[in-house]
């Protein structure tokens, strides 16, 4: 695929997924999450050819322009979105499918400090909410999200919804008929349980210091 074609799939994707863009050039110019993809072409080329140093010099002054880090060595797919940007960080061996949105504050870390693969897979059509935390060479299947302020430290199924601290998956969604099936959320229906009967204690509380007024 040229450069060119490659460049109009960026900005179609911030026409798909942004309703606050208004024109092209408003994405060529006002666009951090578009211009850090594009500083990252260059580097990302330059770390292949294994020129020394510049591949680092240019993501770190694409970082300071934009507050998005990607190590030169990460691979992108086409059709990537950052929405917002600011805090992102995608780590040296990430690998990032076909039409991946990441939001603010997004991480894709490593936990090792070996020469190896460290940092996660992305599969196609994966969104990642503002402030998630991907660690390790996990994978993340196609058409997974993962929800808001999550920390992800294993391996995703494709077609699925995780949240949390740590990610579970909460959601399943069947591509062929486009429905969803909720798993139970043991952790949910226990912080439910808990706001009840701190609920039903305050009432209880409440009734006491009425009952103490009207006896005095």
């Not at 993809?37 to 020394?52: D, E, G, I, N, S």
């Not at 591949?55 to 030169?72: A, D, K």
Request: aromatic share 4%; net charge negative.
């Amino acid at each position: 695929m040229g450069l060119i074609t490659s460049i109009r799939k960026d900005i179609k994707a911030v026409f798909e997924h942004d309703p606050a863009a208004i024109s092209t050039v408003e994405v060529l110019l006002a666009y951090p999450g578009f211009h850090a993809r594009q500083f990252h072409r260059l580097a990302h080329t330059l770390f292949r050819w294994h020129v020394p140093v510049l591949p680092r010099l240019i993501s770190h002054i694409s970082r300071f322009l934009t507050g998005v880090e990607i190590h030169p060595g990460a691979k992108i797919g086409e059709g990537f979105f950052i929405d917002h940007g600011m805090g992102v960080v995608i780590g040296e061996t990430s690998e990032i499918g076909d039409n991946v949105t990441l939001y603010q504050g997004v991480t894709l870390g490593g936990t090792s400090h070996q020469r190896a693969k460290r940092h996660p897979t992305l599969g196609n059509n994966v969104v990642v909410g503002a402030g998630a935390q991907l660690i390790g060479a996990i994978t993340i299947g196609d058409n997974a999200k993962v929800g808001v302020g999550s920390v992800v430290i294993n391996s995703v199924p494709a077609n699925t919804t995780v949240v949390g601290v740590p990610g579970r998956v909460v959601e399943i969604r069947n591509p062929d008929t486009d429905t969803v099936e909720k798993l139970p959320d043991p952790v949910g229906e226990k912080l439910e349980d808990l706001e009840q009967r701190t609920a039903e204690m305050e009432k209880r509380l409440a009734r006491i210091e009425e009952s103490k007024d009207e006896s005095i």
